[in-house]
C-alpha cells in the first residue's frame, strides 16, 4: 500500500510564498517521475511541474520563474516553493508520483488528496 500526502498548503497575501511537501509513504522501492497539479475553484485541473528522477524539471509558463519543484528521493519527498504568488494561484494543489508496484512489477500513478493554496489580494 501507498500513499502521498501533501502539505504546506494555507492562506498567503499576494507577493508571499509558500513551500508545499508531498511525502509518499508504504513499501516503496522506487518512484519514477513525480509531479505537483492544482485545480482551481470551478476549473480543470492543470499540470504545474514535473521533476524526474535524476532531477530533470519543467514548469507551466504560468510558474516558470515564481515555482521551484525538488525532491529528495533518500526521503521519497517532493517539494514545490512558490514565490511571489498570485491570486490566481489559489487553488487545491496535488502531488502525482509514479511508484513501482511489487505485485504489478510496473509503474503506477498515484495521487495525493491535496492541499489548498488560497492567495489574497
Known amino acids: 500500500q501507498v500513499q502521498l500526502v501533501e502539505s504546506g498548503g494555507g492562506l498567503v497575501q499576494a507577493g508571499g510564498s509558500l513551500r508545499l511537501a508531498c511525502v509518499a509513504s508504504?513499501?516503496?522501492?522506487?518512484?519514477?517521475?513525480m509531479a505537483w497539479y492544482r485545480q482551481a475553484p470551478g476549473k480543470q485541473r492543470e499540470w504545474v511541474a514535473t521533476i524526474a528522477n535524476r532531477g530533470t524539471t519543467n514548469y507551466a509558463d504560468s510558474v516558470k520563474d515564481r515555482f521551484t519543484i525538488s525532491r529528495d528521493n533518500a526521503k521519497s519527498t517532493m517539494y514545490l516553493q512558490m514565490n511571489s504568488l498570485k491570486p490566481e494561484d489559489t487553488a487545491v494543489y496535488y502531488c502525482?508520483?509514479?511508484?513501482?508496484?511489487?505485485?504489478?512489477?510496473?509503474?503506477?500513478?498515484?495521487w495525493g488528496q491535496g492541499t489548498l493554496v488560497t492567495v489574497s489580494s
Open positions: 502525482n508520483a509514479d511508484i513501482f508496484d511489487v505485485h504489478t512489477a510496473g509503474y503506477l500513478g498515484h
Open positions: 508504504g513499501t516503496i522501492y522506487a518512484i519514477d517521475d
